[in-house]
Antibody
Framework: EVQLLESGGGLVQPGGSLRLSCAASGFTFSNYVMSWVRRAPGKGLEWVSAISGSGSNTYYADSVKGRFTISRDNSKNTLHLQMNSLRAEDTAVYFC???????????WGQGTLVTVSS | QTVVTQEPSFSVSPGGTVTLTCGLSSGSVSTSYYPSWYQQTPGQAPRTLIYGTNIRSSGVPDRFSGSILGNKAALNITGAQADDESDYYCVLYMGRGIKVFGGGTKLTVL
């Protein structure tokens, strides 16, 4: 059974940094593209970033490009999202997801809440 | 910038059929966009319903189906049930690893 467990969320001041992690199990982690998706309070879902199975290719939404960095450790079956220069509008629940192909999310974690506020 | 469009809200009667659509602010949706559909109740994780236009995700009942309808992707729900009341999102694949969510449709079953 595919399991994805996010961690690392919390309260951070504007301009601060936070690193999210997603521990994966139940599948061959290195074979799959992984994504981060977020949902801000009162808003819809937003795709944030994705990374290829090897980690050699990364992709970002314009809203986070240059501030967020996605990475993975295939030896530990773990996905990361380093978030720098955080803004109030980054406040959201962040979900990690296992993709099917490179075109859609198939399995989801339960999410971790990031709050950017002074 | 291309925007993915969805109906903001829709209602369906219990047992009824509803078709939600997913379009582009400029241009037509085709299978080349690999449209996918997700259900999310606030406070819960999203659930994948359909990917690759019309492939049902594991465990999704065949009451849910996907297609291309005219110049849009479509999610058809038949035999609507009370627990289908939720937010529904489509995603289009824009190439180079980039996905874009639509704004979501709030479905009411009443």
């Amino acid at each position: 059974e595919v399991q994805l467990l996010e961690s690392g969320g919390g309260l951070v001041q504007p301009g601060g940094s936070l690193r999210l992690s997603c521990a994966a199990s139940g599948f061959t982690f290195s074979n799959y593209v992984m994504s981060w998706v977020r949902r801000a309070p009162g808003k819809g879902l937003e795709w944030v970033s994705a990374i290829s199975g090897s980690g050699s290719n990364t992709y970002y939404a314009d809203s986070v490009k240059g501030r967020f960095t996605i990475s993975r450790d295939n030896s530990k079956n773990t996905l990361h999202l380093q978030m720098n220069s955080l803004r109030a509008e980054d406040t959201a629940v962040y979900f990690c997801a296992k993709e099917t192909g490179n075109t859609a999310m198939e399995h989801w974690g339960q999410g971790t809440l990031v709050t950017v506020s002074s | 910038q291309t925007v993915v469009t969805q109906e903001p809200s829709f209602s369906v009667s219990p047992g009824g059929t509803v078709t939600l659509t997913c379009g582009l602010s400029s241009g037509s949706v085709s299978t080349s966009y690999y449209p996918s559909w997700y259900q999310q109740t606030p406070g819960q994780a999203p659930r994948t319903l359909i990917y690759g236009t019309n492939i049902r995700s594991s465990g999704v009942p065949d009451r849910f189906s996907g297609s291309i309808l005219g110049n849009k992707a479509a999610l058809n729900i038949t035999g609507a049930q009370a627990d289908d009341e939720s937010d529904y999102y489509c995603v289009l694949y824009m190439g180079r690893g980039i996905k874009v969510f639509g704004g979501g449709t709030k479905l009411t079953v009443l």
